[in-house]
């Protein structure tokens, strides 16, 4: 009886986030994007990412300048790590028109790559995808990003409140605290038989913030606990979404200023 009712506080509480926000969920874009993962052999991690630092982070700010691209980020793990991906391109595309453009592009050089570092590459995951939510505040000189890919649970609905209500209040305290650089949500445009349907990239100032992060998430989570709202959601969250193995990653190319 007990469990019943807390999931009745949680499905009232995301009604509510939900029936508030609707207007301005109606009124925002959602960025058409392609997720794209990397693996290689260990022993190919040095000169793939070599490759990428120096070629195709130069090839990406060229399609950014010819429209092909409405924003670019490609990041590389920091480790060595069986299953993991090695390199992820996050493509923005402005438009349905954009992407054909890109289409073009994948038809000669799979994955946007020049054959060097296809080579290096033993296979890439594809996944296209939409970002349904952002911010970006100030500058990073040596940002840190963990990447954090989840199941959701419920219907994307549901899950957009979920967001709203319980997860991106948190990042705006790790924001205000001065250890969050910026944030991307996303999630699967065609989910099914995928590994994840919502990812979060979460860009961190640099390692030190990076240390800081149990420490700050810890502190903003008691504040948010005193809004009985917040709380019925965080009591509840193993409901909404189940999380995946996450990646620590360096940005080695974006069109964010830095």
């Excluded at 996944?127 to 970006?136: K, Y």
């Excluded at 040596?142 to 709203?164: H, S």
């Excluded at 509840?236 to 990653?249: C, G, H, T």
Aim: glycine share 6%.
């Amino acid at each position: 009886m007990a469990a019943f009712t807390r999931l009745i506080h949680i499905w009232f509480a995301l009604a509510l986030i939900a029936g508030c926000a609707a207007p301005a969920l109606a009124a925002e874009r959602k960025d058409t994007s392609l997720i794209i993962a990397l693996y290689a052999k260990p022993a190919d991690r040095v000169a793939l990412r070599n490759l990428l630092e120096h070629g195709q982070a130069d090839r990406l700010r060229r399609w950014k300048a010819d429209g092909v691209l409405a924003g670019y980020r490609l990041i590389f793990t920091r480790y060595a790590d069986t299953g993991m991906w090695d390199a992820m391109e996050q493509l923005t595309f402005a438009d349905d028109a954009a992407l054909a453009r890109w289409n073009a592009v994948e038809r000669q050089a799979p994955a946007g790559l020049d054959t060097a570092a296809l080579a290096l590459v033993t296979s890439i995951e594809t996944t296209p995808a939409m970002r349904v939510r952002n911010d970006t505040a100030g500058a990073a000189q040596n940002p840190v990003m963990l990447v954090i890919p989840y199941q959701a649970l419920v219907p994307p609905g549901e899950y957009l409140g979920y967001l709203d209500g319980y997860t991106i209040p948190q990042f705006r305290g790790w924001m205000e605290e001065g250890v969050l650089q910026s944030y991307d949500i996303l999630t699967s445009a065609y989910p099914a038989g995928r590994a994840w349907n919502a990812m979060i990239m979460l860009n961190y100032r640099d390692d030190a913030a990076l240390a800081r992060r149990d420490t700050v998430v810890s502190r903003v989570r008691a504040r948010l606990a005193l809004d009985p709202a917040w709380k019925a959601i965080s009591d509840n969250k193993k409901a909404i979404r189940s999380e995946r193995v996450l990646a620590i990653a360096d940005q080695i190319a974006s069109d964010e200023p830095r």
